[in-house]
């Protein structure tokens, strides 16, 4: 890759990919990611930023970071309420928090705290992870949360691509059944929808509300081809193309990277600087009608 005019300082950030747990549950995800799997087999990913919340925060202000993302999932059943009352109270510390919240498919009370989260509290969305939570985009357990969704004009971000690992309820094919039956839902794909990118750029021409987010593809080094030696980012027209429907992210802190690879490997495209601004900034500015 050639050299880029830019680099991370030449611009301001609202990262729409960045995590809070509570302490302890960010505990269990870091040792899950470094600890040996079930095989003895090393998962080689280690965590560069495992810092106190209040650290995460001063760490994201310090690279120009304006607003970011509360990102989390609920894992099993009975926790996810918990977890957004403790996302609340970090929305209220932090001003320049987004508020995300999670929902368990198999809650009986899902509807009831989705509801809390969008109508008391004004999160701006929630985030699903089919990867760890074992639910298909399409569940009709979800359906009235969807349409709620929908009807509030909030937020959906999935994880519903292949990368790094898969399961049987990501992909391509699963998530076309769910946006087919949505099709005016405003849903945000992580990773752009990595491993299967081209398929979800080729949606953006049909789903007008359909945004897909730059988190760990455009780093320097490839990330994910560790894992899939035929994946490539995608080529440098598309970005240009779909440049406002493009949002920056980074996965911070759950990364094993420096946070400024995040928008390094995008300086390495050579783009014009207002695309840059948009996709750092403009865009979720605008979308999520964001006072910074």
Known sequence: MQNSQYSHNDFKYIDIHTHFFPPKIFKAIWDFFELPDANGNPRGWNIKYKLPIDELVKFLESKNVKAFTTLNYAHKELVADY?????????????????????????????????????????????AQPLVQNFFPDDKRMYEVYKLIVDLNKWYIIHAGTAPYTNKYLGYNTFIKFIEKFPNMNVIVAHMGAYECNKFFNLLDTYENLYLDTSMVYVPENLFAKWNPNFYFPDKEKIIKYSDKILFGSDFPNIPFEYEYASNGLFQLDLPKKIYENIFFNNAKRLFKIAV
């Open 83 to 127: 977890i957004n009352e403790w996302t609340n109270e970090l929305a209220k510390k932090y001003k320049n928090a987004i508020p995300f919240g999670c929902v368990w498919p198999g809650d009986r009370d899902l509807f009831k705290y989705i509801r809390k989260i969008f109508e008391n509290y004004n999160f701006v969305g929630i985030k």
